[in-house]
C-alpha cells in the first residue's frame, strides 16, 4: 500500500543500492511515489559503496531523479537541451575510451548525425517492413513453443522469452541458422550488463568479433538485411566501428527489453489470476492492451540519462550545466496525474498504451513496433496452448539497478502435442 506522508527515511533512500531491484520485485514504488509527491526533481548522491562491474565506467557524480511523466516527456523530446551524446546516455560516469564507444553508438550520436541514421533505419522497422517479416516471426514462435509444449514444465526466460527476440535480430541482420545459438548465449551474458565484467572475457567483446564476422560475409556477400545496408551503404558511410556498434546496441536493445517483458507478462498473469481469466475470456480482444499494460506497469528499462547542456530548470527546480538526469520511466507510467490508480494491474486500462516504456522524442525507441508483434505472437501461442500454466517457486530478479528483469521463472503446465 503506498502511503500519502513518507517518512525522512525513505525520502533519503538511494537509487543507486543494487539490492532495492530484487527486493522490490521491480522497481521501488514506494520511492518512487513518495519523491513524485514531495520532491518530483530529486537530488540522488552517490554512494561510497556503490562500484558498478561495468567495464570503462565508475559512479562519481550524484544526479536528479525524474519521477513525474510531464517531466521525463519534456526533457526526452528536448535533445538540445538535454543530451544523449555529451556525456552518455546511461546514468554511469564513463571513461574516456567508453564515452567515444557511447558516441558512435547511434543512440550517442550528436542530434542531426542521429537523425540522419534513423532516417536511414526506418524503413527497417516500417509497419510494412515488418509485415515481411511477420510469417517468419510466427513459424519462429511456434517452433520455440513446440519445443517447450511438449514437456510439462520450462524454464521460461532462456527457453522462451530470451529465444524469439534473438532469433528476430538474427533474421533482421541476417545471421545464419548455425550462428544462432551462438547469438543466444552472447545475448543473454550481454543482457544482465551489471555483472558484464565478471566474465572472463567481456561478452561485449565477443559480440563485436561476431558482427565483424558477420560484417565480412555481408560485404563479401550483400543482401537485402539490415546488416548488409549498415555495412554496404556508400551514402551513410558508417565506420567499421560504427557498424560494429550498431550490431552490438541491437543485440542488447531488442533482447533483454523483450525477453524481460514476456517473463514479467507470465509472472503478472500468475499472480492476477481474475485478469488472466479475463484475457482468456477473449485472447484477441484483450491481447494488445493486456501487453502495453505489462509495458507500462514493469517497465523493463527502468531509466536512461541525460546531460543538461545550460542552466535551466526541469519542472520548476534549477538545473545546471553538466548536471546528470535520470530518466525515470517506472515512475512515469505510475504517475497517478497520468494513470489513474496506477499500482493496480489493469489489462482493460484505457490509456495503457500511453505509457513511456519505449521512452518518447527524438530517441524514442525504433524497435518498439517489432517488439509489440514479437510478444503478442509469441504470448499468444503460449496463451493458447499451454493456458494453464503455473509459477513453480518463486522467479529470480536480476540485481540491477537499470532493468527491472527477471532472469529465472520455472513454470509448469499440461503438456500439448507440437
Ligand atoms: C519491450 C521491448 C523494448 C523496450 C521496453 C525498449 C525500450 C527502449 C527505450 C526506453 C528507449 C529510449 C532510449 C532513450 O530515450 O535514450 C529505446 C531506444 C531504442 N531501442 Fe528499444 N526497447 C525495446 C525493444 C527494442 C527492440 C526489439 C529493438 C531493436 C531490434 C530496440 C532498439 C532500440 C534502439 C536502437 C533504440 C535507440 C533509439 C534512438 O536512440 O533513436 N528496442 N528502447
Request: aromatic residues 10%; glycine residues 4%.
Given at each position: 500500500?503506498?502511503?500519502?506522508?513518507?517518512?525522512?527515511?525513505?525520502?533519503?533512500?538511494?537509487?543507486?543500492?543494487?539490492?532495492?531491484?530484487?527486493?522490490?520485485?521491480?522497481?521501488?514504488?514506494?520511492?518512487?511515489?513518495?519523491?513524485?509527491?514531495?520532491?518530483?526533481?530529486?537530488?540522488?548522491?552517490?554512494?561510497?559503496t556503490?562500484?558498478?562491474?561495468?567495464?570503462?565506467?565508475s559512479?562519481?557524480?550524484?544526479?536528479?531523479?525524474?519521477?513525474?511523466?510531464?517531466?521525463?516527456?519534456?526533457?526526452?523530446?528536448?535533445?538540445?537541451?538535454?543530451s544523449?551524446?555529451?556525456?552518455?546516455?546511461?546514468?554511469?560516469?564513463?571513461?574516456?575510451?567508453?564515452?567515444?564507444?557511447?558516441r558512435?553508438?547511434?543512440?550517442?550520436?550528436l542530434?542531426?548525425?542521429?537523425?540522419?541514421?534513423?532516417?536511414?533505419?526506418?524503413?527497417?522497422?516500417?509497419?510494412?517492413?515488418?509485415?515481411?517479416?511477420?510469417p517468419?516471426?510466427?513459424?519462429?514462435?511456434?517452433?520455440?513453443?513446440?519445443?517447450?509444449?511438449?514437456?510439462?514444465?520450462?524454464?521460461?526466460?532462456?527457453?522462451?522469452?530470451s529465444?524469439?527476440?534473438?532469433?528476430?535480430?538474427?533474421?533482421?541482420?541476417?545471421?545464419?541458422?548455425?550462428?544462432?545459438?551462438?547469438?543466444?548465449?552472447?545475448?543473454?551474458?550481454?543482457?544482465d550488463?551489471e555483472?558484464?565484467?565478471?566474465?572472463?572475457?567481456?561478452?561485449?567483446?565477443?559480440?563485436?568479433?561476431?558482427?565483424?564476422e558477420?560484417?565480412?560475409?555481408?560485404?563479401?556477400?550483400?543482401?537485402?538485411?539490415l546488416?548488409?545496408?549498415?555495412v554496404?551503404?556508400a551514402?551513410?558511410?558508417?565506420?567499421?566501428?560504427?557498424?560494429?556498434?550498431?550490431?552490438?546496441?541491437?543485440?542488447?536493445?531488442?533482447?533483454?527489453?523483450?525477453?524481460?517483458?514476456?517473463?514479467?507478462?507470465?509472472?503478472?498473469?500468475?499472480?492476477?489470476?481474475d485478469?488472466?481469466?479475463l484475457?482468456?475470456?477473449?485472447?484477441?480482444g484483450?491481447?494488445?492492451?493486456?501487453?502495453?499494460?505489462?509495458?507500462?506497469?514493469t517497465?523493463?528499462?527502468?531509466?536512461?540519462?541525460?546531460?543538461?547542456?545550460?542552466?535551466?530548470?526541469?519542472g520548476?527546480?534549477?538545473?545546471?550545466?553538466?548536471?546528470?538526469?535520470?530518466?525515470?520511466?517506472?515512475?512515469?507510467?505510475?504517475?497517478?496525474?497520468?494513470?489513474?490508480?496506477?499500482?493496480?494491474?489493469?489489462?482493460?486500462?484505457?490509456?495503457?498504451?500511453?505509457?513511456?516504456?519505449?521512452?518518447?522524442?527524438?530517441?524514442?525507441?525504433?524497435?518498439?513496433?517489432?517488439?509489440?508483434?514479437?510478444?503478442?505472437?509469441?504470448?499468444?501461442?503460449?496463451?493458447?496452448?499451454?493456458?494453464?500454466?503455473?509459477?513453480?517457486?518463486?522467479?529470480?530478479?536480476?540485481?540491477?539497478?537499470?532493468?527491472?528483469?527477471?532472469?529465472?521463472?520455472?513454470?509448469?503446465?499440461?503438456?500439448?502435442?507440437?
Open positions: 500500500m503506498i502511503q500519502s506522508a513518507h517518512s525522512a527515511d525513505l525520502l533519503s533512500a538511494n537509487i543507486l543500492d543494487p539490492d532495492i531491484f530484487p527486493a522490490q520485485r521491480g522497481a521501488p514504488h514506494r520511492l518512487f511515489d513518495a519523491w513524485r509527491t514531495a520532491d518530483p526533481v530529486h537530488w540522488n548522491p552517490v554512494t561510497p556503490y562500484t558498478p562491474d561495468i567495464p570503462g565506467s559512479m562519481t557524480k550524484g544526479f536528479w531523479v525524474l519521477t513525474r511523466y510531464q517531466d521525463v516527456f519534456d526533457v526526452s523530446r528536448d535533445q538540445d537541451l538535454f544523449s551524446h555529451e556525456d552518455g546516455f546511461v546514468i554511469w560516469d564513463l571513461e574516456e575510451e567508453e564515452l567515444q564507444r557511447q558512435a553508438n547511434f543512440m550517442g550520436m542530434p542531426a548525425d542521429h537523425q540522419a541514421v534513423k532516417q536511414f533505419l526506418m524503413p527497417a522497422f516500417s509497419a510494412r517492413a515488418l509485415q515481411a517479416l511477420s517468419q516471426i510466427d513459424k519462429l514462435a511456434k517452433e520455440i513453443v513446440d519445443q517447450i509444449a511438449v514437456r510439462e514444465r520450462c524454464e521460461f526466460v532462456f527457453d522462451v522469452a529465444r524469439l527476440p534473438v532469433y528476430t535480430f538474427c533474421e533482421l541482420m541476417g545471421i545464419p541458422e548455425q550462428m544462432r545459438e551462438r547469438v543466444v548465449e552472447l545475448g543473454n551474458a550481454v543482457a550488463v555483472t558484464r565484467g565478471a566474465h572472463e572475457v567481456d561478452p561485449t567483446f565477443q559480440l563485436f568479433g561476431l558482427a565483424q558477420i560484417a565480412e560475409q555481408k560485404r563479401q556477400t550483400p543482401d537485402g538485411s546488416m548488409s545496408l549498415l554496404n551503404d551514402a551513410l558511410g558508417l565506420s567499421e566501428m560504427a557498424v560494429n556498434m550498431f550490431f552490438v546496441v541491437f543485440a542488447i536493445a531488442g533482447h533483454e527489453t523483450t525477453r524481460s517483458t514476456a517473463a514479467h507478462f507470465i509472472q503478472l498473469m500468475a499472480a492476477h489470476p485478469q488472466y481469466a484475457l482468456r475470456s477473449d485472447v484477441d484483450h491481447l494488445e492492451n493486456a501487453i502495453e499494460e505489462v509495458l507500462r506497469y517497465s523493463t528499462t527502468t531509466n536512461f540519462r541525460r546531460t543538461v547542456m545550460a542552466d535551466t530548470e526541469i520548476g527546480t534549477p538545473v545546471r550545466k553538466g548536471d546528470k538526469v535520470y530518466l525515470s520511466y517506472a515512475a512515469a507510467n505510475r504517475d497517478p496525474s497520468v494513470f489513474a490508480d496506477p499500482h493496480r494491474f489493469d489489462i482493460t486500462r484505457e490509456n495503457a498504451r500511453k505509457h513511456l516504456a519505449f521512452g518518447t522524442g527524438p530517441h524514442v525507441c525504433i524497435g518498439a513496433r517489432l517488439a509489440r508483434m514479437e510478444l503478442h505472437v509469441l504470448l499468444k501461442q503460449i496463451v493458447t496452448r499451454i493456458p494453464d500454466f503455473q509459477l513453480v517457486g518463486e522467479p529470480t530478479w536480476l540485481r540491477s539497478i537499470w532493468f527491472n528483469a527477471i532472469t529465472n521463472l520455472p513454470i509448469c503446465y499440461t503438456a500439448s502435442a507440437a
